[in-house]
């Protein structure tokens, strides 16, 4: 089945995939949860590598980590000096820059294919798994 969903959600879910237990599934549904787990994790390892190049390229200045580990030792021993509280301020400027980058790359939408679960397979593999209500909510719109 073809569906297309937001890489954030396939995010998410692949999260809640790769550390899930499969123990209270019979075996077909067991491989059928594993294929749909392949299928996530290109995107899941896309995501991570392009939010990863954003980090880096986005990097106002060449010796901005020397600098980063400067003000961490600066709010260690003391606080207020003037070049930690206007590195505080380039951070602030870089994070919202990263962070709008990756909502880019997040709210993106991909089509993925994979044979969907069963209601009752579903609730076999929320049964072997101690999921949040909105990882059960995910999971529930991606894989059923």
Not at 63 to 81: H, I, L, M, N, S
Not at 84 to 104: G, H, P, Q, W
Not at 137 to 142: K, S
């Amino acid at each position: 089945m073809k569906r297309t969903v937001r890489t954030d959600m396939i995010l998410a879910a692949w999260n809640a995939l790769s550390a899930s237990k499969y123990g209270k599934l019979d075996d077909a549904d067991k491989i059928k949860v594993w294929k749909i787990s392949r299928v996530l994790q290109p995107v899941a390892k896309k995501f991570d590598e392009d939010t990863k190049d954003a980090g880096e390229k986005l990097k106002p200045t060449e010796d901005f980590t020397d600098r980063w580990q400067k003000a961490q030792e600066y709010e260690r021993v003391t606080r207020g000096p003037s070049e930690y509280n206007e590195f505080i301020k380039e951070m602030n400027r870089y994070n919202k820059l990263v962070s709008d980058a990756v909502k880019e790359f997040a709210e993106k939408e991909v089509e993925i294919e994979f044979e969907p679960l069963t209601e009752d397979s579903f609730v076999k593999l929320m049964n072997s798994n101690d999921w949040t209500f909105d990882q059960v909510r995910i999971l529930g719109e991606i894989l059923v």
